[in-house]
Every structure is written in structure tokens, then in C-alpha cells.
């Protein structure tokens, strides 16, 4: 089963999206996800000139091999544009060994672990009452966690709440990146009187969960952890940024509300502290920029043996392709906690037809061989890339902040 084809289709139903096609000279084809929030065109540029020359000619089924031949072959270890591009090929192979055998991709991870993949939804709101009418709607449709954020009185604008009134929130916007207005101390005040409300009016079964989104620093996350015990949080995501490691030692100095990191990270080398000292509960890192399925097996067994479960990242800038292929491996294995989900549109799920289903707060991955999503080639090409970043940070004084 030799590579004969690959190619990489850039389109924008709703926002950008980087995908990779590889063919077999037997017919089978696979998928893989290549996008890079805001940095789209560099990974879809590194794997036409640097990695689709490599792969014509090779076996399909050596996920292992072709992993640490473009990982180790490529000198340069790491970065997020890199393990991307290595992740498109290696979700696209083992999309194809599970095709070219007839079964779903968690067959190959082990099988099912569990019935269905617990989901948790985003409700987001310009203040406290909005944000709890969201919690009110996810509940209502059945979800059994949701993360809540909501805007800070002071602030214009807050991430991930959007300006109109029960709209979707986005994690980029249109042009050149906007400019937001940051204050720790607002947002420290406002946080706990938020869960404090929330959990009066949904009660203590609900599992509530917050992203700090990287804004504090390790003893600013340790006093809200602190701060947020008594609502008992699933998790608090983000609370500082990752780069020190040893920063989460203070948090966890000084609270116990459970910590999830990892989004950005794209490699277990990115946590490897953060989980043998056991300073995290959740690692969030997903098979499209943690390098694929091949590393995130690896990553979940090393983090299951100190206790650490796998919440991956699913905002709408992971492709539905990561969302099939992460549902495949949430549920084979031991140590998954929950599986995030931000609904895309519908012109993206029309471009993305998918075999995975949600009902009640849970996913199934389905049943098709492979994992299950492909893409609307014809369909793709009627949405072409529109440039779109995140948004930058400034504190009231004017300094960038962290993110
Ligand atoms: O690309 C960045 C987004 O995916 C991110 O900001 C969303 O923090 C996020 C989350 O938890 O989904
Ligand atoms: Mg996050």
C-alpha cells in the first residue's frame, strides 16, 4: 500500500480550515487536519514543499516509522507549525491502515474504553445572568458540563464572549489581529462571584468548568483556585502560562480546584514536569497539534501512570477531521476525562460529512471504517481563505499581556 498522492485543500466555511489528502496506489485515501489558528498558510506551505515530496513512495501502513521520519528527520524538533504538518500525515495514515482493514480507527487504539465521550460546551455571556441563561440551555439539551465565561464589568471586550447577544463565540476574527483590553484585578473580582452564582441557580451536579485563557501569573492562579473551592470546579484551564513549568508548583501550593493545560503544547516533552510532579489533573492536548495519534497514545499512557486524565481541545479552529479523529482515541482510552466541543457551522460540517453523532452532552464516534470524516472537495473550493487572527492583549496601561 504505497503513498501515490498527497495534496493539501485550504478553504473557509465559516472560518479557515488546512486539510490533507493522501491517496494509496490501491485506491484508499485518508484525512488528516493541518490547521494552525491564524498561522494557516505556513503549515499548509511546510507540508507541500517539505513533507508531501517525502511521503510519494512510501509504505502507507509505517505510521511509526514515517512519525520519527519526519519528526527526527527534519533536525528541527517541536514547534506548532512542524508537529501540524506531522500530525495531517499520521491522522491521514492511520485513517487509511484502519480503512484498508475495514474497521474504526478505535479498533486499532484498543477498542471501545466506554460507551460515549462526555462533552462539555461553552456557555459564554456578556454578564452573570447571560452566561448562567447559557449554563440554563446547555443543561436543557442535556449537557452534563459546561465551561462558562463571562464579560468582566470595566472591560469592552472579554475573549471568548462575543459582542451580539447568544452569539457563537469565535476564536479569530476577520483582518489583522484586534487589540483587547486586559485588567487581572476586574477579572480576579469577578470570576468567583460568577461560579457563585452558577452554582445557586443549577445546583452541585452540574460539572462547571473556566478558561483563564494564559492571563495570570502562577500566584494570581494559586488565589483564584483558592477562591473558586466552594463551587468546586471540574477544572480550571490555563490558569498561568506553560512555558515555566514550575510555575504550576505554586498553584498547586495553594489550591485544589483540579488544573487542565495543554492546548498549545505539541509535545509531551511541553508537560513533562507538569506531569510527573503531578501539577496538572487534565492534559488538553489534541492528536492535531500534539503531532497526531501516534505521540497522543504515548502522551495519555505517560500521563495515566501519575494520574493525569486527557481533556483535548476542540474549539471550531480544530477541523471536524480532529474531531473525528479525537473521539476515536477518547474513546479507547483508559484515562479520558472529557472531550471539549464548540459546534461548527453548517457550511463546515456540510464541507466535513462526519460519522461521529452528538446526543446529551456526549459524542459516539461512530461506527464507519476509518475515523470517519471526509471532505467535500468541490464544496471546499467555494470558500476560499480569508485571512483571520486571535486577538492580542493589552493591560489599561498600555503593556501587551500574556495570552
Ligand atoms: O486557537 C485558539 C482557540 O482554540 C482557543 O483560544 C480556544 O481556549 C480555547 C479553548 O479552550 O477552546
Ligand atoms: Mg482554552
Redesign the pocket.
Given at each position: 500500500m504505497k503513498i501515490r498522492d498527497a495534496r493539501v485543500i485550504v478553504c473557509s466555511p465559516g472560518r479557515n480550515f488546512v486539510t490533507l489528502k493522501i491517496e494509496t496506489d490501491d485506491g484508499v485515501y485518508g484525512i488528516g487536519d493541518a490547521t494552525l489558528?491564524?498561522r494557516e498558510l505556513a503549515v499548509a506551505s511546510y507540508l507541500s514543499e517539505h513533507v508531501i515530496p517525502c511521503l510519494i513512495g512510501r509504505d502507507a501502513a509505517r505510521t511509526e516509522d514515517i512519525w520519527y521520519y519526519l519528526y527526527r528527520g527534519a533536525y528541527w524538533r517541536k514547534g506548532p507549525v512542524t508537529m501540524t504538518a506531522i500530525s495531517a500525515v499520521d491522522v491521514a495514515l492511520w485513517d487509511i491502515k484502519a480503512k484498508a482493514l475495514g474497521t474504526p480507527l478505535y479498533n486499532l487504539l484498543g477498542g471501545r474504553s466506554r460507551d460515549r465521550v462526555m462533552a462539555y460546551g461553552?456557555a459564554n455571556g456578556r454578564d452573570i445572568e447571560e452566561t448562567s441563561d447559557a449554563v440554563a440551555r446547555h443543561v436543557e439539551e442535556g449537557f452534563l458540563a459546561v465551561?462558562a465565561q463571562s464579560g468582566v464589568p470595566g472591560l469592552p471586550d472579554t475573549?471568548?464572549v462575543p459582542h451580539a447577544k447568544g452569539a457563537l463565540y469565535e476564536?479569530?476574527t476577520k483582518g489583522l489581529p484586534v487589540e483587547q483590553v486586559w485588567s487581572t484585578e476586574k477579572y480576579l473580582r469577578h470570576v468567583p462571584k460568577l461560579f457563585e452564582q452558577l452554582r445557586i441557580k443549577h445546583g452541585d451536579d452540574l460539572h462547571l468548568l473556566h478558561?483563564a485563557?494564559h492571563r495570570l501569573t502562577p500566584v494570581q492562579a494559586g488565589r483564584l483556585g483558592k477562591a473558586l473551592e466552594p463551587y468546586q470546579l471540574f477544572w480550571l484551564?490555563?490558569p498561568t502560562p506553560a512555558e515555566l513549568q514550575e510555575g504550576f508548583r505554586v498553584i498547586r501550593q495553594h489550591t485544589t480546584t483540579p488544573i487542565a493545560v495543554g492546548?498549545?503544547f505539541d509535545s509531551v516533552w511541553d508537560a513533562r514536569l507538569l506531569i510527573t510532579e503531578q501539577l496538572i489533573d487534565y492534559l488538553?492536548m489534541t492528536v492535531l497539534h500534539g503531532g497526531g495519534i501516534t505521540p497522543m497514545k504515548k502522551a495519555a499512557a505517560f500521563a495515566e501512570m501519575y494520574h493525569v486524565q486527557m481533556g483535548c481541545?476542540?474549539?471550531?479552529?480544530?477541523s471536524p477531521v480532529t474531531m473525528g479523529a479525537a473521539l476515536h482515541f477518547d474513546i479507547s482510552i483508559n484515562n479520558f476525562g472529557i472531550q471539549?466541543y464548540?459546534p461548527h457551522t453548517r457550511e463546515t460540517d456540510e464541507v466535513f460529512p462526519h460519522a461521529y453523532t452528538f446526543k446529551d452532552g456526549h459524542f459516539d464516534p461512530g461506527d464507519a471504517s476509518g475515523h470517519g470524516v471526509d471532505i467535500n472537495e468541490t464544496l471546499a473550493a467555494k470558500f476560499p481563505y480569508q485571512r483571520a487572527y486571535?486577538p492580542v492583549n493589552r493591560k489599561l496601561d498600555g503593556t501587551l499581556w500574556n495570552w
Open positions: 489558528n491564524g461553552h465551561r475573549y471568548g476564536p479569530a478558561d485563557h484551564e490555563d492546548e498549545i488538553r481541545h476542540g474549539a471550531t479552529d480544530l471539549e464548540m486571535l
